[in-house]
């Protein structure tokens, strides 16, 4: 799903509050409204009121910021992810947001952006030799991330643990969130 703001020519959102009461209206018309504020619940009919209470883990981009994030993950350092996945990560420390790419190797292409504080969610970890920032410390570790844009994109788009696809994204911007990121390595490269 690509990234938009709340304010959209078909569906007017209004977030009451942070509690996460959220109303919906389609302008008469029966199509459904993803409504995302850290988790993605969807808003069916004309006319709806949905409560999609706040993942307690996710940043809020209205209240946080980077450092925020990054510390927030250290609490976590001792709790391991739980279940199959994908495991959500929050992106932190970019400035202009995560490339999302078609590989994690040099000659990958950008298939998009996921902006800063937005969650991505993981499904595995790899090296694959390509560093891009060495800055960040982390190596040329890079994470599989759910994604269903595949087309050459410098557009922001949200990574939704129901995306039917995968691209990377390189783990020196990646928190985990609500875990200690130690999510397993990908079969393949």
Request: with cysteine; net charge negative; charged share 15%.
């Amino acid at each position: 799903m690509k990234w938009k703001p709340f304010f959209a020519a078909a569906a007017a959102v209004t977030a009451v509050a942070t509690v996460g009461l959220v109303v919906v209206t389609n302008g008469g018309d029966e199509t459904t409204t993803n409504v995302t504020n850290g988790n993605t619940c969807a808003a069916e009919g004309a006319s709806a009121k949905v409560e999609c209470p706040w993942n307690q883990y996710f940043p809020d981009p209205a209240k946080e910021n980077a450092q925020d994030v990054v510390d927030k993950a250290r609490e976590f350092a001792d709790v391991p992810p739980s279940g199959d996945g994908p495991w959500p990560f929050a992106v932190a420390n970019s400035v202009i947001g995560l490339k999302v790419r078609s590989s994690n190797v040099v000659e990958g292409e950008q298939l998009g952006g996921i902006q800063e504080l937005h969650v991505a969610w993981v499904v595995c970890k790899a090296s694959s030799g390509f560093d891009p920032d060495p800055t960040t410390g982390v190596g040329s570790l890079w994470y599989k991330v759910k994604w269903d844009q595949h087309t050459l994109s410098t557009a922001f788009y949200e990574s939704a643990p129901s995306a039917q696809g995968t691209a990377w994204a390189y783990a020196g911007y990646l928190f985990p969130t609500g875990h200690n990121g130690d999510v397993p390595t990908c079969s393949e490269g």
